[in-house]
Every structure is written in structure tokens, then in C-alpha cells.
T-cell receptor, first 112, second 113 residues
Framework: DGGITQSPKYLFRKEGQNVTLSCEQN?????MYWYRQDPGQGLRLIYY???????QKGDIAEGYSVSREKKESFPLTVTSAQKNPTAFYLC???????????FGEGSRLTVL | GQQLNQSPQSMFIQEGEDVSMNCTSS?????WLWYKQEPGEGPVLLIA?????ELTSNGRLTAQFGITRKDSFLNISASIPSDVGIYFC?????????????FGKGTKLSVIP
């Protein structure tokens, strides 16, 4: 089945540790996105990539890093520089230039 | 970034009632979209609107792209328990190589059986 898969679904991390969230899609979409969701807030864009080997910062990129070495994959690293990393992270993909996005099921990160 | 004002923030309605929610922006958009998110899941696209004045339906859902391009509304008719979730509007302005979406903060819908 075509879709977008995020892992892990739940992740606990100690302060000062980097963690990497996985996002894989088999929809043949050019564009991929990472959003952060906090309770009562909308979705805030962290990073996005319109094409392999290229990505741009979104509105809240500080403390995060990404790579786009393959069309199917867009991992997000939450670094120790991110001051408040506990959140629900959503990955999405779509055709280049379209707002019609397909979202993964999300990864909930909790910093202990 | 651009701001979207989505209202109401939450609503409690009786099963069978109609629901209306809306989004307004200080900037114009080329595209308006409505997504629904159920607990613990990612959002799912409900309706996409591409032209000012456009009115589109998807089953019991109807959405409109405001004529000024600065607003959109979503109506749900005859609500049922599975309509529960958070509804997000999103606007997209495609220009100068930018295709980013701006999301509203969501309307949380609760349906009382």
C-alpha cells in the first residue's frame, strides 16, 4: 500500500541527547515536510524539501536538522540545542508546489 | 509568517446538528484547504479549493473559498459521532518559488450522541 510512515511512534529522550525521527514515503512525491504540533496550536513548519539533496528552513528550524539523500526519506534530528523539544512531530509529503499533503501518523517525543 | 485566525476554537454540538467554522487571513491565498485530525493521528485532507468563490462539497462537508481570497468556511451537515476531531484550515500562496502552507490553530469538534 502507498503511504507515509513515521517511526518511532513514541520516543523518550534525556536532556542533552540528539534523537532522529524517521519518515519514509512510497508515494513518489517530490516534496516532504516536517511540522511540529503543540497542544492547542496549529502545525508549525520546521523544514521542507522540494527535491532530493535540497531543503529549506521553515518557521521554527532552530535546534533541528534534516537531510534528503533519497526521494523516499526525510529524517529529522532533534538536537540538544532545541530548548523545548517535547512535542508531536508530523511528517508530510506531496507533489511539488501543491498544498494537498499526505501526513504520517506522527511521532510523540518526550524529553525527561 | 502569515497568520490565520480560525474560529471557533472548540465546539460541543448535539448529534444531528449542523456545524460551521471559518478561517480569516490578513493576506490573500491562492489555495485554501481543510484537514481533519483524529486523536493520535496525522491530519487528513478533506477539501481543497483553488478559485475565489468556489464552493465544493465532499459528502456532508461543504467548503467555500471567499471571494476576497482572505477567508474560507467549512460546514458539516447532520453531524455524527465520527465527526469528532480537530479541523484545520490551511492557506497557500504560491509565488516567488514559495509553496508553504500556513495552518490555522484548529477547531476542536465534540459531538454529543
Amino acid at each position: 500500500d502507498g503511504g507515509i510512515t513515521q517511526s518511532p511512534k513514541y520516543l523518550f529522550r534525556k536532556e542533552g541527547q540528539n534523537v532522529t525521527l524517521s519518515c519514509e514515503q512510497n508515494l513518489n512525491h517530490d516534496a516532504m515536510y516536517w511540522y511540529r504540533q503543540d497542544p492547542g496550536q496549529g502545525l508549525r513548519l520546521i523544514y521542507y524539501s522540494q527535491i532530493v539533496n535540497d531543503f529549506q528552513k521553515g518557521d521554527i528550524a532552530e535546534g533541528y536538522s534534516v537531510s534528503r539523500e533519497k526521494k523516499e526519506s526525510f529524517p529529522l534530528t532533534v538536537t540538544s540545542a532545541q530548548k523545548n523539544p517535547t512535542a508531536f512531530y508530523l511528517c508530510a509529503s506531496g507533489g511539488a508546489g501543491t498544498g494537498e499533503l499526505f501526513f504520517g501518523e506522527g511521532s510523540r517525543l518526550t524529553v525527561l | 509568517g502569515q497568520q490565520l485566525n480560525q474560529s471557533p476554537q472548540s465546539m460541543f454540538i448535539q448529534e444531528g446538528e449542523d456545524v460551521s467554522m471559518n478561517c480569516t487571513s490578513s493576506s490573500i491565498f491562492n489555495t485554501w484547504l481543510w484537514y481533519k485530525q483524529e486523536p493520535g493521528e496525522g491530519p487528513v485532507l478533506l477539501i481543497a479549493l483553488y478559485k475565489a468563490g468556489e464552493l465544493t462539497s465532499n459528502g456532508r462537508l461543504t467548503a467555500q473559498f471567499g471571494i476576497t481570497r482572505k477567508d474560507s468556511f467549512l460546514n458539516i451537515s447532520a453531524s455524527i459521532p465520527s465527526d469528532v476531531g480537530i479541523y484545520f484550515c490551511a492557506g497557500q500562496y504560491s509565488g516567488a518559488g514559495s509553496y508553504q502552507l500556513t495552518f490555522g490553530k484548529g477547531t476542536k469538534l465534540s459531538v454529543i450522541p
